[in-house]
C-alpha cells in the first residue's frame, strides 16, 4: 500500500470550512484514496473515498490532483462535532481487508 | 444508515474469565471484521470473515477466537483473557465489492484485571 502523509495537527473556526491535505507520491494507478475519521472514544467512521475523479457526499469532498499524488477532504462548514482524527488511506480496492490507519490529522474545530 | 452495534461499550473481567465480544451489523454485509486498537500501536485486525461460517486470522489472532453462525453476527472470544488483552475492540462490516468502506460499531473498552 502507498504511504501517505498528513499534517499532525489544524485547527478550523466553526462555521469555516476545514481542508485537510493528504500527500500519497507513491500512489499506484488502482489505488483509491480513502479518507476516515475517529472522534475521542468512538468507533472509526468511514467519510469518503475516490480514485481519479473529485468526489461529494453529505459529509464532505474529496479533491484528488491530476497526478493523484496529493488530495484534500473538505468539510465545507465544520461545527464542533468535526473534531477528530482524519485518517487519510491508500488501498486497492476489494483486494484486500485489513485497515491500517497511519497518525492521521487531529483537526480540532473552535467556537 | 449503516449500523454495526456491539454489545457492551465497557467491559470489566478477570484475568482467565472467558470473554465473548458480539457484534451485529443491519445491512446485509458480507464481511465482517475485529480489529483492537491500543495507543501508539493503532488498529490492529485480529479475525475477520467474509461469509457464513467463514473466518480468517488477521495479524494477532493468537488468543482469540470467532464465531459467525449467522451472516449478521460476528462474536470474538477471549478464550482465556489476559491483562495484555485489555484494550479497545473495534468491530467493523464492509459489502463485499469495496472492502475497504468498512462501518465500525461504537467499540468495546475491555479492562482485564
Known amino acids: 500500500d502507498a504511504k501517505t502523509t498528513q499534517p499532525t495537527s489544524m485547527d478550523c473556526a466553526e462555521g469555516r470550512a476545514a481542508n485537510l491535505p493528504c500527500n500519497h507520491s507513491?500512489?499506484?494507478?488502482?489505488?483509491?484514496v480513502y479518507w476516515y475519521r475517529q472522534i475521542h472514544s468512538q468507533g472509526p467512521q468511514y467519510i469518503i473515498h475516490g480514485l481519479k475523479n473529485n468526489e461529494t457526499n453529505e459529509m464532505a469532498s474529496l479533491i484528488i490532483t491530476e497526478d493523484r499524488k496529493s488530495s484534500t477532504l473538505i468539510l465545507p462548514h465544520a461545527t464542533l462535532r468535526d473534531t477528530a482524527v482524519y485518517y487519510c488511506?491508500?488501498?486497492?480496492?476489494?483486494?484486500?481487508?485489513?485497515?491500517?490507519f497511519g497518525e492521521g490529522t487531529q483537526l480540532t474545530v473552535n467556537p | 444508515d449503516v449500523k454495526v452495534t456491539q454489545s457492551s461499550r465497557y467491559l470489566v473481567k478477570r484475568t482467565g474469565e472467558k470473554v465473548f465480544l458480539e457484534c451485529v451489523q443491519d445491512?446485509?454485509?458480507?464481511?465482517m471484521f475485529w480489529y483492537r486498537q491500543d495507543p501508539g500501536l493503532g488498529l490492529r485486525l485480529i479475525y475477520f470473515s467474509y461469509d457464513v461460517k467463514m473466518k480468517e486470522k488477521g495479524d494477532i489472532p493468537e488468543g482469540y477466537s470467532v464465531s459467525r453462525e449467522k451472516k449478521e453476527r460476528f462474536s470474538l472470544i477471549l478464550e482465556s483473557a489476559s491483562t495484555n488483552q485489555t484494550s479497545m475492540y473495534l468491530c467493523?462490516?464492509?459489502?463485499?465489492?469495496?472492502?475497504?468502506?468498512?462501518?465500525f460499531g461504537p467499540g468495546t473498552r475491555l479492562l482485564v484485571l
Open positions: 507513491t500512489i499506484s494507478g488502482n489505488e483509491y
Open positions: 488511506i491508500v488501498r486497492v480496492g476489494t483486494s484486500g481487508s485489513r485497515l491500517t
Open positions: 445491512m446485509d454485509h458480507e464481511n
Open positions: 467493523a462490516s464492509s459489502p463485499d465489492r469495496v472492502r475497504e468502506t468498512q462501518y
